[in-house]
C-alpha cells in the first residue's frame, strides 16, 4: 500500500507559527515551548512564507555572534519553502528529502494553508514499517497460508 | 546480517570536536565549517566528556537571548552522553535513540576515544536497507529460485 503524507504519516494539525518580524529570540522560545526543530513563518493572510528550524538559528544567529533579540525572523528564515501535498506518497517525500537534504518539510493544503510539518524521522519510520508489513505479508504467503492450507 | 554501527552505519574518523572553554560562537562556526548537527566535546586527555547539538544552541544562546561569544560550551552542552560501542547492532542503536529521543550518539572505542557520530537518519537508512535486502532475498526465494530451477 502506499502511504499518504495525510492521513498515514501525519494528521492535520494547529502548527505552532511565527511571523517576519518576530525575533530570533521569541522563535527559539516558541520552538522550545513546542518541543519542535522547525517552524513555520505566516504572512498576515496566514499563507506560508517559511521556515525557520534549530539549523537557521545556530547559523545565522550564533555563529555570527548576533544578539537573538535584535534579530528577525524574516532576515534568517529559509523563505518560500519547498512543500508536500496532502496526498504525496511517502516514499517520494523521503526522496526529495534525502535529495536535497532537509530535515523538516511543511504540509500544505488545496486552499494554500499550512495543516501539517513532516519530519525526515517521520518518513523514515513510516517507510520502514511499510517494509516491515511487506516482510510479514511475504513470510506469510511463503510459510503460512501454503503450508497451513 | 545484523549490522554493526561500525563498519557497517559509519566508519571510524576524525571527529570535529571543541572543548568547555571554547565560546558558543566558535562551536557554531566550527559545526558550520563541518556542516554537522552536533559536535563532541573533549577534555585535555582527548575523553569525550559532552556533546553539543544545534538544539543546545537554539534553547539554550538563542531562546535565553545570550550573546554567543560570551557563552562556555561547558555550560550548555550535554555531559556525560550515552555513546554507543563500534559492535553495537544498528537495530538496537535506532531503538536507543527513539526511546531517548536522541538525534545523534558518539561512538566510543575500547580505549575511550570518541571514534565517530552517529545520526539517527543514519540508522533509519541502514535499518530500510536491511529490510529491503530482507525484500529482495524472499522474493528470490519465492519467485526466483524456485521456479527457475
Known amino acids: 500500500m502506499q502511504r ?6 501525519v494528521q492535520r494539525t494547529e502548527l505552532t507559527a511565527t511571523t517576519i518580524d518576530a525575533t530570533a529570540e521569541q522563535a ?4 522550545t515551548a513546542a518541543n519542535v526543530a522547525a517552524i513555520i513563518v505566516l504572512d ?11 539549523r537557521d538559528l545556530s547559523r ?5 555572534n548576533k544578539r537573538p533579540s535584535e534579530i528577525k525572523v524574516g532576515d534568517i528564515m529559509t523563505a ?3 512543500t508536500l501535498a496532502p496526498n504525496d506518497r511517502a ?8 535529495t536535497r537534504r532537509y530535515r523538516h518539510l511543511p504540509v500544505v493544503g488545496e486552499d494554500g494553508k499550512c495543516v501539517a510539518m513532516v519530519s525526515i524521522r517521520d518518513l523514515y519510520e513510516a517507510v520502514k514499517e511499510g517494509l516491515e508489513e511487506n ?9 503460512g497460508d501454503r503450508y497451513s492450507a
Not at 545565522?60 to 555570527?64: D, G, L, N, S, T
Open 135 to 143: 516482510i510479514r505479508e511475504t513470510e506469510a504467503f511463503v510459510f
Open 80 to 82: 518560500n519553502p519547498d
Open 60 to 64: 545565522r544567529v550564533v555563529a555570527e
Open 4 to 9: 499518504k503524507i495525510i492521513p498515514d504519516i
Open 44 to 54: 498576515t493572510n496566514k499563507a506560508l512564507i517559511g521556515i525557520l528550524t534549530e
Open 91 to 98: 516514499s517520494d517525500a523521503l526522496e526529495l528529502m534525502l
Open 28 to 31: 527559539a522560545k516558541d520552538m
